[in-house]
C-alpha cells in the first residue's frame, strides 16, 4: 500500500488544473505590505483575487467567494471586524485558511489568533515561533500532529522542511529555497495559494500540502534563474504561471 | 476627411511627450493593493503621483494636482469620506477620472458609483461587467455611446477589444495582450495614466484613448518580452518609460 | 590626518555585514505604497521588517524592534496616533528615523514633522523642498548644518548629490543615478536602509551616511543592468543583496 502522500504531486497537478479551469475567487483579508505580491501570485495561478476588507461591502465579497484567507498581518480594529463578518459569511459554505503572521510578536496578536482557531478554519499556515505563541507548546511533530486533531483543521507548518498534517495524515515537503525568506510575504502568499487550492480540493489536507508543495517547487525553479530576492519575486510568479505536472512529479521531495 | 480617431496615435506620442516636459501631478485616490504598480506606472511616463487619503490633508495635495483619480477599490469609510473632499476640491478646476473597480460585486459600491458619475467626472474607465453594474444596462456599443452622451463624460470600456466614446466620436483599439489580465493592478495602472493623459490634454475623449492606446502598446512590447505575469509587470513599466512615438505609430490598431 | 568621511566605505562595509550578522528588526510606519519594496530592501541586506501601524500592538513590536522608521507618506489619525505611540516606546532605547514625506505639499503634515523632530529623531531623511517646509530656510549647506546641530540630530539631504550632518561631520556622496527618481518609494526604502544601519551602529552620522552610500551604489549598479525603472527596481534589491566592501570601496564618490 501507498502513503497516500505519495500521490501529492499528481494530486497537486490536477488541482492547479482545476484552478485554471474554474478561476476561483479567493478573497483575502491580508495585510498591505502582502497584498500586491499575494493578488499576483493568485492571478499566475488562475485564481481570482479580491481584498476589500470594508465592513459595508466584505460580506458580498465574501458570499461570492469560493475560499476566504484570514491573514493577520497589520492587525487593526477595521480587521478584526472584517475577519469576523467574514468567517460568519464563509463558514459552513466555503473553506478558510488563517495565517496568524507575527503573533509570536504580540498577546494581543496570539489572543485573537486562539479566538480565530476556535471558529474552524479548514487549514491553519504558520512558523515554528507562531505555533508555539499559537498552541502553547513546542512546534514538535506529535505536537503538530495532537493539535490538528483536537481542532479538527490542518497545521501547515512551513521552514526550511515543510509539515502538512490534519491528526491523522503527514506530509513533509522538503521543496524551497532559502532565498525565499528573502521576499516579503513570500508565506502570504503560500497561504494565499494554499486557499485557492482549498476552493477546488474538498480534502483540506491534500489541497494545503498541494499549494504548500507548489510554491516550493516555484520557490526552486525561480531560484535557479534568480540572481537575487529581488529578481526571485519576479521569477516564482513566473514559474507559478508556468508550473505543471512534469515540473511537480519531477522535483517534489514529499514524504 | 480623416476620422479624428485615425490621428490617435499621434496625439498619443504628443501627449506623452507634453506629461514627460510638464510632469503633471496626478493624485490617486486607489486601493492598496494598486497603489504601488500605480505610483511606478505614473513616474515611468513622467508624471508625479500622490497617493494620500486622510481627510485632514487630501484637500492640499487636489488643489496642487492636475488630475485626479478616483478608483474604489478597497473601499471604506474613510476612502469615501476622502473622495468627497477631492472630488469638491477638482470640480471645475482639474479632470477627474473614475474607476469603479468590483462594483459588480457588491451593491454598496455599484450605489456609491451611481452617484459619483453624477458629479460629472472627466471619463469613466471599467470592464463590462462593471459597466452593466454601474448603467444597469448591457455593454453594447449603442448603450455606451447613449451613456457617454447622457452623462457628459468620456466612457471606456477595456477588454479584449477597448472602446472609448463620448457620445459622438468612437475608437476601438485592439491593442493589449492577455498576460495583462494575470497582473493585478493592471486596469488600475491604466485608469491612472489616462488621468495623467488628461492633465495635460483637454480634450477628454483623446486624451482617454491615449491612455488606453498607450497602456495596449506597452502591455504588447512587455508579452514580448515577459516570460510569465511576474516579468511581465516589470516589462510594462520598462516599456511605458522608453514608448515613443515610434512604436505608437507602428503598432497602434485603432478603429 | 584623514578627514572622518573618508573611511565611510569600509564603515559602510562593516556595518552592512554587522546587519547580515545580527538581523535586526526594523518597525516601520511607513505608507501603503512604500511597504513592500521598503520591506524587500530590508529583507535584501538581512534585516527583519515588521509594518504594524494597530494602536493595539505596535508597542510590543517596537518594543521589540531594534530601530523605528516613521515615514509620514499616507498620513492619517490612525498613523499619527501610532507614531506617537511608538516614538514613546524607542526614545532612550531604540534610535529612530523621521522621513517627512511630501510634507512641502500639506501644511497639516509640515506642523506634524516639525512636532516630531522636537522628540529627538536619531536622523532625519529628506530632499531639499521637503528640508526647506521643515526647517523654513533653504536647504543651503551652512543651513543644513546649522538644524541638524541646533536639533542634536543628524540631517540627510537626498538628491543629485547627498549632504550628511550632524552639525559637525559632513559628507557629501555623488552616487546614485537618474532613474532611481522613476521609481516610487526610493527615498522612503533609503531611509529604512539608514534606519538598519542605525539599529547595529551607534553613531548616528556614520550609520545615515552608511545607508545613503549602500543605497546610491546600489542604485549605480542596478542602472547598469535595467532597462528602464521596472527593471531598476527589481535589480536594486539584487544589488542590495550582493552588495560587499569591494563594490563599496570600488565605487564610493564620497567627499
Redesign the interface.
Known sequence: MRAPQSNLPQSTAEILARIRERAPRVHCIT???????T??VL??VGAV?????????IG??VA?ADALLVNL???????RSAIDIAIGKASGRIPWLLDPV?ID?????ADYGRELVAQSPAAIRLNAPEFVALAGMSAEDKVLTFYAGEHGTVIALTGPTDVITDGIRRAQIGNGHALM?????MGCAGSALAAACLAVEPDCWIATAAGVLALGIAGEMAAER??????L??????????LDGGALLQRAEVA
Do not use: H, K, W
Open positions: 495585510n498591505t505590505v502582502a497584498q500586491a505580491f493578488a499576483n492571478l499566475a483575487p479580491s481584498m476589500t476588507i470594508a465592513p459595508e461591502e458580498a465579497f461570492g498581518g497589520t492587525f487593526d480594529a477595521e480587521r507575527f510578536r504580540s498577546p494581543t496578536r525568506g528573502c521576499v516579503t510575504a534568480a540572481r537575487g530576492p529581488g529578481s519575486s519576479i521569477e516564482i510568479v513566473d514559474a507559478l504561471y508556468r
